[in-house]
């Protein structure tokens, strides 16, 4: 727990993930064992008077322990004073004794051995070295520093404006990394906070380490012995890669991966499968009486595995007997990659059935998906819509609403052509669903049920894209004609957010401002003359303030949920004015094509951010 326990408050409010839920209140008996605990604590005050300093370092280490397990075991809120104060109190006492004794501060994190193990296990797979997504490349300490596409990851002590933070606490799930993955859990993202408002400090000897191979002192570890690896000839009955590798990495490396496996087994690579763990060699080629993975899994010791309520196929049982009788062989390309990158993902099995449908297919797809969301949704209101070649419009609001939002779309989709050249038709496969709900109660039920999120006060819209166009819709709240405080009327909000659904691609991740500050830069242009986008210009100036570089300006994550629309705003339109529609147009395109921002502005703009940030803020000046 440490240090984080007097700042998590404000973690909180900044980073609104449910991870990091406010608890209930401690109960009594709760109480009463914190008191005790810190009454604990300040008797060891008499022996460090009496520099008693290693029975004052044990007795501390024993009253922490218990102080993090209660928490942990009653789910305590960490802004509870009570809390707080006594984690504050140990902290100050236990970093005394450690200085006394000449030892390093015993509360700080670990990055070689407690962060380093969670990035390794769960950024790997897409930020490894090979054509690491969005330009991120997390194999050491020293690539993960540069950051990637959307800006660096860390600013030392001030994890709220870190990106890797916002990144992994998120609760907008199409964001929050790691990608089509389980969220990291509390304790994971409490280290994480922990560690980069302590300075995102490397306890390393090597920064180009490669975080897997770091270890908890900070050293390397030492090469392991070489495994032997058959290759496969091509003429076996099973293969490694198609029938065995997506049941391991599937039902096993849950508990047999990262730097401390179960039974020090790591099914992560193939050369770790063959190296076995702590009982030996587990695959042992022809001889299935001394493979202890086909024992266990295969011919009933216990416990068997997988563990829990996973169980494997009867095809997988017969397929891995018969694979280790003919040698255990393996037909992948380097052994020493991640079984993961092997094994077709949930997104390139969807991408193969998605794009094995006809045109009218996916339209039919489309329509099924959009009328299974709505009964998730309300299940006890008929829904009417409209159709055309491009849109799907669908909700509770009247017949001549939805019809009304049909002839906005389809009069604003060939201007979305002409800014961006697009050729495809539709523009989204299948076309694009609109829900129109009536009221704010319908709009709120859809962000729940359908995003398990709640809804911000100034939120009345937003885009939903995933992989190969399987769901493609925005949502509305039919806000009205008239802008308001938070919004700038429904036609605005339909235009908006159409741009948002185009510049969401599939395969890309443009930054929050660019998506943004380009729907609301287009809905402008579109609708006309707006309270609402022209009352921005005030806000714009506000969250500049903090501005030190004028290159931070493009940095993704660098201004709030409640900055980034009018910022965006503001730098989408002096690029416009600057380039004019068509340049813009490229730049996109080029973000899209996975340039960075820098290489895009260069490419289209013969400048660079530093440069074109420059003249931004001098233009507002």
């Excluded at 991740?509 to 009352?535: D, K």
């Excluded at 300006?553 to 690029?575: C, L, N």
């Excluded at 490419?603 to 003249?615: E, H, I, M, N, Q």
């Amino acid at each position: 727990m440490r240090q984080f326990l007097a700042s998590m408050l404000l973690a909180v409010a900044i980073l609104g993930t449910s991870n990091f839920a406010v608890s209930a209140a401690p109960t009594p008996e709760q109480r009463k064992e914190i008191s005790a605990i810190q009454k604990e604590v300040a008797s060891v005050a008499s022996m460090i008077r009496k520099k008693e300093f290693e029975e004052a370092e044990k007795k501390l280490e024993e009253l922490n322990d218990q102080a993090t397990k209660l928490i942990a075991d009653a789910q305590l809120s960490p802004a509870d004073r009570t809390v707080a104060s006594l984690m504050k109190i140990l902290t100050l006492n236990r970093q005394r004794v450690a200085k006394a004794l000449g030892k390093p501060d015993p509360t700080l994190i670990s990055f070689s051995g407690e962060i380093a193990p969670i990035l390794a296990r769960s950024c790997g797979n897409c930020h490894g070295s090979d054509n690491p997504r969005a330009r991120l490349d997390l194999t050491s300490f020293a690539t993960m520093k540069r950051g990637g596409q959307n800006g660096v990851l860390l600013v030392p002590k001030q994890a709220q404006r870190s990106l890797l933070m916002l990144r992994v606490a998120t609760q907008d799930a199409q964001a929050r990394m790691p990608k089509n993955a389980n969220a990291l859990d509390r304790p994971e993202l409490e280290k994480i906070y922990t560690w980069i408002n302590q300075g995102a400090i490397f306890d390393g000897e090597d920064e180009a380490t490669p975080l897997a191979e770091l270890k908890a002192d900070g050293g390397k570890e030492p090469d392991a012995p070489p495994v032997m690896i058959t290759k496969a000839t091509g003429t076996e009955k099973v293969s490694f890669v198609r029938d065995i590798a997506p049941t391991i990495v599937n039902l096993c490396t849950g508990c047999h991966r990262g730097n401390d496996p179960n039974s020090g087994l790591s099914v992560e690579t193939f050369e770790n499968l063959m190296r076995g763990g702590d009982s030996g060699r587990v695959i042992v080629a022809g001889n299935l009486d001394g493979s202890r993975l086909w024992q266990l899994v295969g011919a009933g010791e216990q416990p068997r595995m997988p563990q829990g309520q996973a169980r494997i196929t009867r095809k997988f049982h017969a397929d891995l007997k018969t694979w280790i009788e003919e040698g255990a062989k393996f037909d992948g390309g380097d052994p020493k990659l991640p079984l993961r990158s092997l094994v077709p993902t949930d997104d390139e099995l969807a991408m193969e059935r998605l794009a094995a449908l006809s045109p009218d297919e996916f339209r039919q797809m489309r329509e099924q998906r959009t009328e299974d969301q709505w009964k998730r949704v309300s299940a006890r209101v008929a829904a009417r819509f409209v159709t055309s070649d491009e849109f799907y419009v669908y909700g509770d609001a009247s017949e001549d609403r939805l019809k009304q939002v049909s002839e906005w779309a389809g009069q604003y989709v060939g201007e979305l052509r002409s800014m961006f050249g697009i050729q495809e038709k539709p523009v989204w496969k299948g076309g694009l669903t609109i829900f129109v709900m009536k009221d704010r109660f319908g709009y709120t039920e859809l962000n729940q049920v359908l995003h398990s999120r709640s809804t911000a006060r100034d939120m009345h819209g937003h885009a939903h894209i995933t992989t190969g166009f399987e769901d493609a819709y925005i949502a509305v709240e039919d806000v009205g004609d008239e802008p308001g405080e938070t919004h700038g009327g429904l036609h605005l909000s339909v235009i908006d957010h159409i741009t948002g659904a185009y510049l969401q691609k599939p395969g890309t991740n443009l930054p929050q401002w660019v998506i943004r500050g380009t729907g609301l830069a287009l809905a402008g242009q579109s609708v006309g003359s707006n309270s609402y986008v022209g009352s921005m210009g005030a806000q714009v100036l506000d969250a500049l303030k903090g501005i030190e570089r004028p290159e931070d300006v493009f940095t993704d994550g660098r201004f709030g949920p409640g900055e980034v629309g009018p910022v965006g705003y503001s730098v989408v339109s002096f690029m416009i004015k600057a380039g004019g529609g068509r340049k813009f147009g490229q730049f996109i395109s080029r973000l899209h094509s996975g340039a960075n921002m820098n290489a895009a502005t260069t490419a289209v703009y013969s400048t660079d951010l530093k440069s074109l940030g420059t003249a931004y803020l001098n233009s507002l000046r």
